[in-house]
C-alpha cells in the first residue's frame, strides 16, 4: 500500500447503534443484552475469545444473522430486518473469498458490474480502489499469483469500490505471518483514517485491536464486559476477565480494610499488604501489570511508595526487550518484566530477590 494515498471520495460517515440485543442458537443464548453505540467515522473492534459471540455480532451488523430481540440501526435507519443486500455495508472474510479464475481487477469490479453500475464507472471506481491499496501494476494478475497480504488487500479493493456505509472486518489478519500482520494492520488503520469510513473489526487478538482501534468491546460468553478505548481498557478493567485479556496481569486474591484512614489491601495468605489509593472495602483483588515492579537483590533498600516483597526466582523468559522473571512469593507466583539492554547479566532461576511494587499503579477489583 503506498504511504500517499490518493484523494478519494468525500463520504458522510454513519453510525452503528445495536440496542437490546438478544440472540440464541435453539436453546443456547449467544448474544447477551448487547448495546452499544459505535460512532460515525470510528474505528470500533470487538475483542474476545474463540466462541464468544463475537463474529455473531459482527453477522448481525451485516444481516447474515437475526436477533430474537432488539434492534440495529445504521445512520437513522433501523435495519433489522433487512437483507445483507440492502444494507450497503462492506465485509471482508477471514479467508478473502476471492474468485480464483478472475483477475484482480475482475475481482474488485464484481460487485459493482452486480449493481449495473455504468462500464466507464466501474473502470474509473476500481482503478482508484486498486491505487488506493497499492495493486494498479497487479491488476491483470490472479489471486493465486499475489502473496497474502496482496490477496488481503484485493478483498478490501473489492469491498471499499462499492462505497458501503460501514466497512466490517472478520478477523482478516488470521491467515498472515506475524510480520506481515503488524505491516497490515497498519496499512488497514491508514485506509480507514483515508476513507473516513465507520470500521467495525472482530479479532481475538488483544494486541491488533489496540493498535488499529479508537474504542474496544471486549466480549465474553455472549456479553460487552467493557468499552473504552485501549488505554482505558488496560488502565481501569471493570473485571477480572477484562484485566487477564487486555495483555498480562498479575492478579492477587485478599480483603482491603480501613487503617489508619486509609483502604490497605492484605492478601488471603497474609504475605503481601498494599496501601490503595480507592476507598473501597471487601473482599476482591489487586491487579497490576508485570512492568509495574522491579526486581532487585535480596538486601535491596525499600523504594517509596513501592511495596517491597521476598521471593526466589522461579523461571525466566528472554523476550528481546524485557526479561520476564517468575517470581515465587509464598503460594504466589508474580511476573516481573524488566527493561534488557544488550551484554545485560541477568538473574539465574532459584536466586533470592526482593521486587518493588508501584503502590500507584495497583487496580482493586470487588468480587
Known sequence: ??????????????????????????????????????????????????????????????????????????????????????????????????????????????????????????????????????????????????????????????????????????????????KLRVQMRRELRQLQRKLSVTTIFVTHDQEEANTTADRIAVINDGIVQQIGTPMELYDRPANLFVANFLGVANVVEGTVKREEGKAVFHSSDGLMTVPLASGYQGSGSIVFRPQNLTIHPRDFKLLPGTTQLAGTVEHKEFLGGVVRYRVAVGRHYILVDAPYQRGEVTLSEGVQVKICLNNDQVVFLKS
Open 1 to 178: 500500500m503506498k504511504n500517499s494515498l490518493p484523494e478519494t471520495r468525500d463520504t458522510s460517515a454513519v453510525g452503528v447503534s445495536l440496542e437490546g440485543i438478544n440472540l440464541s442458537f435453539g436453546k443456547t443464548q449467544v448474544l447477551k443484552g448487547i448495546d452499544l453505540q459505535i460512532e460515525p467515522g470510528e474505528f470500533f473492534a470487538f475483542l474476545g475469545p474463540s466462541g464468544c459471540g463475537k463474529t455473531t455480532l459482527l453477522r448481525l451488523v451485516a444481516g447474515f444473522e437475526s436477533a430474537q430481540e432488539g434492534h440495529v440501526i445504521i445512520g437513522n435507519q433501523e435495519v433489522s430486518r433487512l437483507p445483507p443486500w440492502k444494507r450497503n455495508l462492506g465485509m471482508v472474510f477471514q479467508n478473502y473469498a476471492l474468485w480464483p479464475h478472475m483477475t484482480v481487477r475482475k475481482n474488485v469490479a464484481f460487485g459493482l458490474e452486480e449493481r449495473r453500475v455504468p462500464r466507464s464507472e466501474i473502470k474509473k471506481r476500481v482503478d482508484q480502489a486498486l491505487e488506493l491499496v497499492g495493486l494498479l501494476d497487479l491488476a491483470d494478475r490472479r489471486p493465486s499469483q499475489l502473496s497474502g497480504g496482496q490477496q488481503q488487500r484485493v478483498a478490501l479493493a473489492r469491498t471499499i469500490v462499492i462505497e458501503p456505509k460501514v466497512l466490517l472486518l472478520d478477523e482478516p489478519l488470521s491467515n498472515l505471518d506475524a
